[in-house]
């Protein structure tokens, strides 16, 4: 849910590295305007991992980052959910 996480970032991004990613292939390739970066799926992340990703899914955000954690492409990635934003419960 990438269209959850405009909110906490800078409009200027352009000394930061931001990606955006999303499991729905309908949304592969699409922007997030005023971000310059097409959305990104799972697979590109595992080819390319980030070192920190935000889960912005309150239902399934603590099921994906247990399965993304345990993604052997994955291990140097830091994870938050969208509970560590609004502090939250699950």
């Known amino acids: 849910c990438p269209a959850r996480a405009l909110g906490l970032l800078p409009l200027d991004i352009s000394q ?3 990606r955006f990613f999303d ?3 309908d949304l592969l390739g699409k922007y997030y305007p005023p971000f310059p970066v097409a959305v990104e799926n799972r697979q590109m992340l595992k080819n390319t991992p980030v070192d920190e990703l935000w889960i912005m899914s ?3 955000g603590e099921k994906l980052k247990t399965q993304l954690q ?3 492409n994955l291990t140097e990635t830091r994870f938050l959910t969208i ?3 609004f502090n939250a419960k699950a």
Do not use: E, G, S
């Open 58 to 60: 309150w239902t399934f």
């Open 83 to 85: 509970f560590d934003f």
């Open 23 to 25: 499991d729905d292939p």
């Open 16 to 18: 930061k590295n931001v």
């Open 70 to 72: 345990n993604d052997p």
